[in-house]
C-alpha cells in the first residue's frame, strides 16, 4: 500500500520546510527552495516494489539541487528515472541541459551533481529547438508509394517540397521573442548551437534551423 504525504496536512508556515524533509527522507537529500510567492503545495506518494522505489510526486513550482554537500551527506548509488505527466521540468546535470514536457523521461544518477526545476505552464521555461530542415515533406510521398508503387509518383509527379520554405525561426522570433538563427553550412553549426544555449541560459528561447539535403 502506498504511503502518501500531502502539505495541505500541515501549517502554511512549516509546508515547504516539510516537503524539504520529506523530499530528502523518500528520495536522497537535495537543496530545495520555492521559485514563487505563491502558496505552496505539494504532494509525494511512494511504494517499494522489490530493489525499487516507485513514486508520484506532484508539486508547486520549486528548484531541487542534488550538490556535492549533499552528496557527502548521503552517497546513494542510485539512478532515477523520470517521467514527466503533467507541466513542465527543466534538468540539468554535468553540462548537460533538458527540457521535460508531459510524456518526456529522463535518466540521472544519483552520485553526481544535479539540478531540477519543476514549473507550471505559466512559468517561464526557455528551450532550445532544433530543426533539421530538409525543405520538404517526405512522408506523403513514401506513403503514396507504399499502396501505388507504379502510380504518379513513380514517375515524379507527387510534389514534396516546401520550396522556398516558411523561415520557422523568424516565426517563432515573430511569436514569442526567441532568438532565431539558420543554419546552412555545416561549418557553422557548433557555434550556433553554442550561442543559441547561451541564449536559453540567459532565460530566452532559441529556435535553430539547420539545412540538410532537400527531399
Known amino acids: 500500500m502506498a504511503e502518501v504525504l500531502r502539505t495541505d496536512d500541515v501549517t502554511q508556515a512549516d509546508r515547504f520546510a516539510q516537503w ?17 510567492r505563491e502558496p505552496f503545495r505539494g504532494e509525494v506518494a511512494h511504494w517499494e516494489l522489490g530493489g525499487l522505489l516507485v513514486s508520484r510526486v506532484a508539486a508547486r513550482p520549486h ?30 546535470q ?3 541541459e533538458a527540457l521535460l514536457r508531459p510524456g518526456d523521461l529522463a535518466i540521472y544518477d544519483c552520485r553526481r551533481p544535479y539540478t531540477m526545476m519543476w514549473m507550471a505552464r505559466r512559468y517561464q521555461a526557455p528551450s532550445l529547438t532544433v530543426i533539421l530542415d530538409n525543405q520538404g515533406w517526405k512522408a506523403p510521398s513514401l506513403s503514396t508509394l507504399a499502396v501505388h508503387p507504379a502510380g504518379e509518383l513513380a514517375a515524379g509527379g507527387f510534389a514534396a517540397s516546401f520550396q522556398p520554405e516558411a523561415d520557422l525561426p523568424e516565426v517563432a522570433a515573430a511569436a514569442g521573442g526567441a532568438y532565431a538563427r539558420t543554419v546552412t553550412a555545416a561549418a557553422r553549426l557548433p557555434e550556433a548551437l553554442g550561442e ?20
Request: aromatic residues 6%; glycine residues 8%.
Open 20 to 36: 524539504r524533509h520529506w523530499i530528502s527522507a523518500t528520495f536522497v537529500p537535495p537543496e530545495c527552495a520555492p521559485v514563487s
Open 63 to 92: 528548484l531541487a539541487s542534488r550538490t556535492r554537500r549533499m552528496i557527502a551527506l548521503r552517497d546513494a548509488g542510485y539512478y532515477k528515472v523520470g517521467l514527466l505527466t503533467r507541466g513542465s521540468c527543466r534538468l540539468s
Open 94 to 96: 554535468e553540462g548537460r
Open 196 to 215: 543559441a544555449l547561451a541564449r536559453v541560459r540567459g532565460g530566452r528561447s532559441a529556435v535553430v534551423s539547420v539545412h540538410i539535403a532537400p527531399v
